[in-house]
């Protein structure tokens, strides 16, 4: 009797402290959601601290914490990631997210307020990625009327490159926007293993549309959806995966991870069936079994792996639509891609080097364009107009003529951008 009473005390006690626990999250999520509204109002906070990672406070803008134990507190509850096999830092989303989680389920100004209060978009660079990185964030700033956090992820020698080339962007432009940059790290477990098997950093993207637009798909998500992709072909007739696999994929033509969004927090709390053990394992005690069982059937590294996770995990995925990943392979042999048809490119994918060869002009057209354009010009005529000449001489090819589903939204966004502009003056 008496070890039945101590139990049920035991229980009383852990019981308290949990509610005290989440009591004081709810707190500390409140105190977040009422600095954002100071902020709105124009009352300044205190000075970020800059714990190794440079991180520019931008007004609007939380910073990181003040005190080193804030740093594993949850900065979004979702974030936008190419490469998933590279980990973000703990700092992107921490212990209260998932009551925050629970939080963006209600209704509410309040709480759309905090939940919209700015996206998070995590890149990759390396090499002579450096120009291409900097132009899809061109991209994203150009076109977003809501503020963005970059988690820029770079050889160690381009740090700088990063730091001088941001930081050279007009003030006006740098408000909008406030950046951390990592290095690049593989799992500890056979590190060489690793980073043979992919590509040094992957092909950037460029935004058509807001960066908020892409990010209101998370709205999107059922409780058990933990990352969303596009399918890697439209057609089965000409898809990769379902002619040439030889491991499992995600339903009949497989995923693409060119574009990825990611639910950090659910992410690090599933567990996830496999064709391993009939034990779930955590995303980190899931990839390395992965990758010993089927290295020698891997071709396209990370992305084969995703579709072996999401093969066996289908519940866990939500699937957009290929606008928001527009390829080569969607026009190359004439259009395949029936959202694009109807409103238009929303992000385009340049993989297989297409911004900087001559082997599809309508993809590196829109690169240039974007390149070449100098912060403050009217975009219509120094963005918009140069595109559409550069385009129509592309039209000798598939992709040239589908061109015009490349100008579609981005012109969209741009009256949309200039509109918001005006309003605010």
Not at 134 to 158: C, G, Q, R, W
Not at 164 to 188: E, H, M
Not at 354 to 359: A, S, W
Request: hydrophobic share 35%; net charge neutral; glycine share 4%.
């Amino acid at each position: 009797m008496r070890c039945y009473l101590q139990a049920f005390l035991l229980c009383m006690v852990f019981t308290f402290f949990s509610l005290l626990y989440v009591f004081n999250q709810l707190a500390s999520t409140l105190e977040d959601r009422d600095d954002w509204n100071l902020k709105e109002q124009g009352v300044t906070d205190k000075r970020s601290h800059d714990y190794g990672h440079l991180l520019r406070k931008k007004p609007g803008l939380t910073g990181l914490p003040d005190s080193e134990e804030e740093l594993d507190r949850c900065k979004s509850l979702s974030v936008s990631y190419w490469n998933p096999y590279r980990r973000l830092p703990a700092d992107v989303c921490g212990v209260n997210c998932l009551l925050e989680s629970s939080l963006r389920e209600r209704s509410g100004s309040a709480v759309k307020e905090h939940r919209d209060e700015r996206s998070h978009l995590a890149v990759v660079a390396c090499g002579p990625r450096l120009e291409e990185t900097l132009t899809m964030l061109k991209s994203a700033v150009l076109l977003s009327k809501k503020p963005l956090h970059f988690y820029i992820f770079a050889e160690d020698d381009l740090h700088n490159h990063f730091r001088n080339a941001l930081d050279s962007w007009p003030r006006t432009v740098q408000t909008k926007f406030n950046f951390t940059i990592y290095p690049i790290t593989f799992p500890k477990e056979n590190v060489k293993e690793w980073k043979k098997l992919f590509k040094p950093c992957a092909s950037q993207r460029l935004f058509l549309p807001p960066v908020e637009d892409i990010w209101a798909l998370f709205a999107q998500f059922k409780s058990n959806h933990i990352a969303a992709m596009a399918p890697e072909h439209e057609e089965p007739r000409i898809g990769w995966y379902n002619r040439f696999a030889r491991h499992p994929y995600y339903g009949k033509t497989g995923i693409n991870s060119g574009v990825m969004l990611m639910n950090m927090t659910r992410l690090r709390e599933k567990s996830f069936k496999n064709d391993m053990t009939i034990v779930a394992l955590k995303w980190e005690e899931i990839l390395m079994p992965l990758l010993q069982k089927y290295k020698l059937n891997i071709t396209w590294g990370d992305q084969d792996l995703l579709n072996i996770i999401f093969h066996h995990n289908p519940e866990s995925l939500y699937v957009f639509p290929c606008q928001w990943n527009y390829r080569p392979d969607h026009c190359i042999y004439g259009s395949n891609c029936q959202q694009a048809d109807q409103e238009g490119v929303f992000i385009l994918h340049g993989n297989r080097g297409v911004y900087h060869d001559d082997k599809q002009p309508a993809f590196r057209a829109v690169y240039e364009a974007i390149q070449k354009y100098t912060f403050g010009e009217d975009m219509e005529f120094s963005l918009l107009q140069p595109l559409e000449v550069s385009l129509q001489a592309t039209t000798n090819t598939y992709c040239g003529r589908a061109s015009h589903l490349f100008t579609k939204k981005l012109k969209q966004s741009i009256m949309s951008v200039q509109q918001d502009a005006v309003q605010k003056r």
